[in-house]
């Protein structure tokens, strides 16, 4: 748990950080959570977030860290977005049983797409190693 706390200190304070690129701030919100994103790097961010499964059995709060391969894949689009990275956090089960709950690491990639200057849609397939493989859909708002 302590882990956790310093994962979500660090993103909290890198709030202050002004980074260009295809990285910046955004608000993500989806069927099964949300998470808020925060450059660290003109092609990374990091987003402190919560969710849950599709089949609403666990419940997710962590934070992960996305690498943006726009610029590796030069595209120049801003439209589009193509990105991969890692999660952690604690999730809980939440059906009907005997698990309290673990530490879970996982994996996800995804692409958005943008509609105007402030609004997308995003779709993610991540993993992990306690809540197992979710899709995602939702929306993204630009700050």
């Known amino acids: 748990m302590k882990n956790l706390n ?24 989806g069927l099964i959570g949300a998470n808020y994103e ?18 609403l059995d666990w419940l997710n709060i962590g934070v992960k860290a996305n690498y943006y ?5 030069d595209l120049t689009d801003e439209a589009w977005d193509v990105y991969g990275g890692a999660n952690a956090g604690y999730s809980v089960y939440l059906g009907d049983g005997n698990d309290d709950g673990d530490i879970d690491f ?8 943008f509609w105007s ?10 993993g992990g190693s306690v809540s197992g493989l979710s899709p995602a859909i939702g ?3 630009k700050l």
Not at 38 to 55: E, N, Y
Not at 69 to 73: A, P
Request: aromatic share 12%; hydrophobic share 50%.
């Open 6 to 29: 310093l994962l979500l200190f660090i993103a909290l304070f890198t709030t202050t950080i002004c980074v260009s690129g295809q990285a910046r701030e955004e608000l993500n919100f």
């Open 139 to 141: 929306v993204t708002m």
């Open 117 to 126: 200057d402030k609004w997308g849609l995003y779709l993610e397939l991540a």
């Open 38 to 55: 925060i450059p660290v790097h003109q092609d990374i961010t990091i987003a402190p977030g919560i969710g849950t499964s599709l089949d």
């Open 69 to 73: 391969f726009d610029n590796l894949f």
């Open 106 to 113: 996982g994996l996800q990639i995804g692409g958005r797409w």
